[in-house]
């Protein structure tokens, strides 16, 4: 059966052929047939209006904004102050916008970073129709923010519906061009992804992918997981930022929430979505501040959590800066948190030995080995000292054998190396005492 066959059974018009020298009139036929399907279908599908139903309330009633024009139509935006004095959690406003810029550069792992100022930076965070990405995912609400003297700035971009979406972008590009990086959580691999897709899609050329951009999911989860179950964002305001959100909507029905939103206008369903976003916002400030302190030595690192610093420290050690990592060795080897201080101890030993300094790495191992006489990284480190640096041979044994006859707690494999080890040593000390 052809197409015009289908619609005119569809339309319930007759199927009259239309003289083939006709091609105008025939498209106009086809045309006309498929409007009247798309019409009725729609008429099918439009739910019955429900009288008890109450309007809801308009956009602005509940979210402070209005509507902006474009030359490419409309959207709704919203802006907030947090003034100097205002507290978020732990930090207060003033301080977050007097961020270490060399921290925020070792974070970003860019020396780039450090010839930027704090208000530079842009905060983004985006609101979708769905959590997987994609290009038929619609980012129906953008959150930004930015530092003004000691003031913090949220804005959001509304799409009130999928037509205002080009005009929303093009008012991110305006914003956006007054700032030098961005910073998000999560976005290198999601927002950033998402709208660039979207400019496209829009046939815009996108200029806030060029920018310098500084994901805090990855220093986050590197130097905070540790203490956490997991690296959310929500998690860290509570374990570390100090914020408790109270009646929070949950990221998973935010894109139920914005289709509703389409069907009935009613403000009060956004409210909580705005809120989320802006509240996101505000803490990636507040996390950068504390991770630029964290990993800057701008900071005491005995104010901060020693597990923290710890990470901090390996950070340096990993990337070379061998100064920055001894510095906060040191600091922790001496904390009362022994899990903390006796990695603090190996990995500053470590140091020592690569640069030579064997007497303040026998220090440390001497010092560990009174603690735990069964601590094997210390009795291995000075086995091998006495072995190879000092060749005393017997009092490298010595210290093997003790740890074999006390340690009870040894893996097989452990048990053997030390073992081959001994024997090694034995033979050696047997040997010279054979030369005349």
Same mark, same amino acid.
């Given at each position: 059966?052809?197409?015009?066959?289908?619609?005119?059974?569809?339309?319930?018009?007759?199927?009259?052929?239309?003289?083939?020298?006709?091609?105008?009139?025939?498209?106009?036929?086809?045309?006309?047939?498929?409007?009247?399907?798309?019409?009725?279908?729609?008429?099918?599908?439009?739910?019955?209006?429900?009288?008890?139903?109450?309007?809801?309330?308009?956009?602005?009633?509940?979210?402070?904004?209005?509507?902006?024009?474009?030359?490419?139509?409309?959207?709704?935006?919203?802006?907030?102050?947090?003034?100097?004095?205002?507290?978020?959690?732990?930090?207060?406003?003033?301080?977050?916008?007097?961020?270490?810029?060399?921290?925020? @550069?070792?974070?970003?792992?860019?020396?780039?970073?450090?010839?930027?100022?704090?208000?530079?930076?842009?905060?983004?965070?985006?609101?979708?129709?769905?959590?997987?990405?994609?290009?038929?995912?619609?980012?129906?609400?953008?959150?930004?923010?930015?530092?003004?003297?000691?003031?913090?700035?949220?804005?959001?971009?509304?799409? #009130?519906?999928?037509?205002?979406?080009?005009?929303?972008?093009?008012?991110?590009?305006?914003?956006?061009?007054?700032?030098?990086?961005?910073?998000?959580?999560?976005?290198?691999?999601?927002?950033?992804?998402?709208?660039? @897709?979207?400019?496209?899609?829009?046939?815009?050329?996108?200029?806030?992918?060029?920018?310098?951009?500084?994901?805090?999911?990855?220093?986050? #989860?590197?130097?905070?997981?540790?203490?956490?179950?997991?690296?959310?964002?929500?998690?860290?305001?509570?374990?570390?930022?100090?914020?408790?959100?109270?009646?929070?909507?949950?990221?998973?029905?935010?894109?139920?929430?914005?289709?509703?939103?389409?069907?009935? #206008?009613?403000?009060?369903?956004?409210?909580?979505?705005?809120?989320?976003?802006?509240?996101?916002?505000?803490?990636?400030?507040?996390?950068?501040?504390?991770?630029?302190?964290?990993?800057?030595?701008?900071?005491?690192?005995?104010?901060?959590?020693?597990?923290?610093?710890?990470?901090?420290?390996?950070?340096?050690?990993?990337?070379?800066?061998?100064?920055?990592?001894?510095?906060?060795?040191?600091?922790?080897?001496?904390?009362?948190?022994?899990?903390?201080?006796?990695?603090?101890?190996?990995?500053?030993?470590?140091?020592?030995?690569?640069?030579?300094?064997?007497?303040?790495?026998?220090?440390?191992?001497?010092?560990?080995?009174?603690?735990?006489?069964?601590?094997?990284?210390?009795?291995?480190?000075?086995?091998?000292?006495?072995?190879?640096?000092?060749?005393?041979?017997?009092?490298?044994? #010595?210290?093997?054998?003790?740890?074999?006859?006390?340690?009870?707690?040894?893996?097989?494999?452990?048990?053997?190396?030390?073992?081959?080890?001994?024997?090694?040593?034995?033979?050696?000390?047997?040997?010279?005492?054979?030369?005349?």
């Amino acid at each position: 059966m052809s197409i015009k066959d289908r619609l005119g059974r569809l339309t319930g018009g007759s199927a009259s052929p239309v003289p083939p020298d006709s091609r105008q009139e025939k498209l106009s036929e086809l045309r006309r047939k498929m409007e009247e399907v798309m019409n009725r279908r729609d008429r099918m599908n439009r739910p019955a209006p429900d009288a008890s139903r109450r309007p809801g309330l308009p956009l602005e009633h509940v979210v402070a904004g209005e509507e902006v024009i474009t030359e490419h139509g409309g959207f709704f935006f919203s802006r907030n102050r947090m003034n100097e004095a205002d507290r978020y959690g732990n930090a207060v406003i003033r301080d977050l916008s007097r961020l270490d810029m060399k921290g925020v @550069a070792i974070l970003a792992g860019s020396g780039t970073f450090a010839g930027f100022s704090p208000e530079d930076a842009l905060f983004l965070d985006t609101e979708t129709t769905g959590l997987a990405g994609g290009t038929g995912t619609f980012p129906f609400l953008i959150g930004l923010g930015w530092f003004e003297q000691d003031s913090f700035v949220t804005c959001q971009l509304f799409a #009130r519906d999928f037509s205002e979406e080009r005009s929303m972008l093009a008012h991110l590009q305006d914003i956006a061009a007054n700032r030098r990086f961005l910073v998000s959580f999560n976005g290198r691999a999601y927002d950033m992804n998402l709208l660039s @897709a979207r400019y496209i899609l829009n046939r815009l050329h996108c200029t806030i992918a060029d920018k310098p951009h500084l994901d805090l999911l990855h220093p986050g #989860r590197r130097l905070l997981r540790h203490r956490m179950e997991n690296a959310r964002l929500v998690t860290i305001e509570a374990c570390v930022l100090g914020v408790e959100r109270e009646d929070d909507v949950p990221g998973h029905e935010i894109p139920q929430r914005y289709f509703d939103w389409l069907r009935s #206008r009613d403000g009060s369903l956004m409210e909580d979505v705005f809120r989320h976003n802006r509240l996101d916002i505000v803490s990636m400030a507040s996390l950068l501040k504390h991770l630029a302190d964290l990993v800057g030595g701008g900071v005491d690192p005995e104010r901060m959590h020693h597990g923290d610093v710890l990470c901090a420290a390996r950070l340096h050690h990993e990337r070379g800066d061998l100064r920055s990592a001894r510095a906060l060795y040191e600091k922790i080897a001496l904390s009362p948190e022994r899990e903390s201080a006796e990695s603090a101890r190996k990995s500053l030993s470590l140091i020592h030995k690569k640069s030579g300094s064997w007497e303040d790495a026998v220090v440390i191992w001497e010092g560990m080995l009174s603690r735990d006489p069964h601590d094997l990284f210390a009795a291995e480190e000075l086995a091998k000292y006495h072995e190879h640096r000092r060749r005393e041979f017997g009092r490298a044994a #010595r210290i093997v054998q003790a740890v074999l006859d006390g340690s009870r707690s040894m893996r097989d494999e452990e048990r053997h190396a030390f073992e081959h080890r001994l024997r090694r040593l034995l033979a050696k000390s047997s040997s010279r005492q054979d030369i005349p």
